[in-house]
């Protein structure tokens, strides 16, 4: 399994060396745009509207926006020096929670980890540690240049890390437009609607769920390529190389003075015959 991050947890003294791996994975097929005409793949480039040119990595620059049109500009230099500046503190276990305190409305997303040169002990002690207390623990860590908070729980008999959504990134279920009110509701239809709830009641088995929609289009796919309904895109015309082009120039300079060489040469050779005797 690829290793996305590696560092250390600590809690306490507790010092343990770890490896971040993906836990979940993105599956969505996706489609390419092409040109309709031609079938080529569309290519989208950075384009500056001013100046009306195409931009490379080395001319763009990061800035934070504070009012319409208004930038502070910040250095890379600026932003890894608070990186490097936050790095210690980054996976330190701050506090020990009950995971049932969390709202699931927090989760993002999924991370295994497991431990790095040195670390199994530690590692299996806090796993233990874990589980025996009925805890989770609640943890800050930098991953791609962001602070998340994070919990450490034990799945599997694996330490799974969730990073978790800050109080302020979580939006005010008060902001919801259009809910309606607390409506009177007969019993008949409350009794009516939990004996369906029963019914449907069962023990949580994700491998019995599948994306529908996307197994579909894998088979639409699949159908479409086995009939031969498929299109090539158009391969561009090679553009010829500067050595190319200043061969071809010099080969024509060449072909373009041969009939002035050949002029020259034969006016040079009548003024060098021998004259005529004058006359007595």
Not at 238 to 246: E, I, Q, W
């Amino acid at each position: 399994m690829h290793t996305i991050w590696k560092g250390s947890i600590s809690f306490g003294l507790v010092n343990i060396p770890i490896k971040l791996h993906a836990a979940t994975e993105d599956k969505d097929i996706s489609l390419r745009t092409l040109h309709k005409e031609c079938n080529s793949p569309i290519k989208y480039e950075k384009v500056c509207p001013v100046c009306q040119k195409e931009v490379g990595k080395d001319d763009i620059v990061r800035a934070f926006e504070y009012t319409k049109g208004k930038f502070v500009v910040l250095e890379d230099s600026e932003l890894e020096q608070l990186k490097k500046q936050n790095e210690d503190k980054a996976v330190e276990i701050i506090d020990f929670v009950k995971i049932e305190e969390i709202d699931p409305i927090y989760f993002n997303r999924s991370y295994f980890m497991s431990p790095n040169d040195g670390g199994t002990k530690a590692y299996s002690l806090l796993r233990q540690a874990l589980v025996e207390s009925g805890k989770v623990g609640l943890a800050k860590i930098i991953i791609r240049s962001k602070e998340q908070m994070a919990i450490l729980r034990v799945v599997d008999n694996i330490l799974l890390m969730e990073t978790i959504h800050y109080p302020d990134e979580v939006r005010s279920a008060a902001d919801v437009p259009n809910i309606p009110a607390n409506d009177s509701i007969v019993k008949k239809e409350i009794d009516t609607a939990i004996l369906l709830i029963d019914q449907l009641t069962s023990t949580f088995d994700p491998t019995k769920y599948k994306d529908d929609y996307r197994t579909a289009l894998l088979e639409l796919i699949e159908s479409k390529k086995n009939g031969q309904k498929t299109i090539t895109a158009k391969t561009k015309e090679p553009v010829a190389n500067n050595v190319t082009d200043l061969m071809a120039a010099l080969q024509a300079s060449i072909d373009r003075t041969k009939p002035e060489k050949l002029a020259v040469k034969k006016k040079t050779t009548r003024k060098k015959a021998t004259p005529k005797k004058k006359q007595a």
